[in-house]
Nanobody, 121 residues
Framework: VQLQASGGGLVQAGGSLRLSCAAS????????MGWYRQAPGKQRELVAT???????YYADSVKGRFTISRDNAKNTVYLQMDSLKPEDTAVYYC????????????????WGQGTQVTVSS
């Protein structure tokens, strides 16, 4: 499985960005796609996930501002980020996980390359 992310960039506080991540390869069955982020000096954290059936999960810090969605026909997940704050600055990583889980597991996880999101104040 390969994941190709795009859409990062520099934006002013209050602005918006949309991240996309297309998966290719042996994708079958129930899976969870999502976005994680890692800011300098901090651990990677879960931002949002969506399972193939459509159920979503958001970190408290992004609820009401970020929207995750997916197009199963295209094996693509999106993250619409609105009302961005400087604390959203991080490298954002796309993830595909076989099955339905919020927990990282190297046996089932695939990762895309990171895309930088920088929010200026």
């Amino acid at each position: 499985v390969q994941l190709q992310a795009s859409g990062g960039g520099l934006v002013q506080a209050g602005g918006s960005l949309r991240l996309s991540c297309a998966a290719s390869g042996s994708i079958f069955g129930i899976n969870t796609m999502g976005w994680y982020r890692q800011a300098p000096g901090k651990q990677r954290e879960l931002v949002a996930t969506i399972i193939s059936g459509g159920r979503t999960y958001y970190a408290d810090s992004v609820k009401g501002r970020f929207t995750i969605s997916r197009d199963n026909a295209k094996n693509t997940v999106y993250l619409q980020m609105d009302s961005l704050k400087p604390e959203d600055t991080a490298v954002y990583y796309c993830n595909l996980r076989r099955g339905y889980s919020y927990t990282e597991d190297p046996r089932y996880d695939y990762w895309g390359q990171g895309t930088q999101v920088t929010v200026s104040s």
